[in-house]
């Protein structure tokens, strides 16, 4: 599922997380808009965690707002979940209102009630856009430190 557009949960996939999973959640997995990989980016961070799960988000800047927020992963669903989550709730704010408005808190929100263990998860996401976010302040201070960006 490594970062494509055609990141879908196949139908069977998506049966069995039903048993676990609200609806709120599900909504988020079956159409993936944001899980591609952002070719043209001003910054990108990531978060790995020690058994290889991983989220990278890349962003877009237009007039200092994020104009485009995208993310890769590899790993459990509610990372394709909690990462479109991210990419819909981030995306039109400046980089400090959206690291104010995607807490942990604000995603768990948008994807429902989630098992204990996905808590983990929050914060793997919430960490790895943290560091997006971080490396565009960077970057909007110092430019020459970012990608080239057509």
């Known amino acids: ?18 048993m676990t999973y609200p609806e709120s959640f599900l909504r988020w997995c079956r159409e993936p808009t944001h899980c591609r990989l952002l070719q043209s980016f001003h910054a990108r961070g990531d978060h790995r965690t ?10 877009r800047l237009t007039d200092d707002r994020i104009a485009e927020l995208a993310f890769s992963f590899e790993g459990r669903p509610v990372l394709l979940a ?10 039109g704010l400046s980089v400090t209102a959206a690291l ?18 996905d808590a983990w998860n929050l914060m793997l996401v919430r960490e ?7 490396d565009a302040v960077a970057v909007s201070r110092q430019p020459w430190k970012g990608p080239y960006v057509k």
């Open 1 to 18: 599922m490594e970062g494509t557009s055609m990141a879908m949960l196949t139908p069977e996939m998506l049966s069995h997380l039903s």
């Open 50 to 59: 020690a058994s290889g799960d991983w989220i990278e988000f890349r962003l």
């Open 128 to 134: 790895s856009l943290r560091n997006c976010l971080l």
């Open 82 to 91: 909690a990462g479109e989550a991210v990419c819909s709730l981030g995306t």
């Open 100 to 117: 104010r408005a995607c807490t942990e808190e604000a995603i768990a929100a948008e994807l429902g009630e989630l098992p204990d263990a």
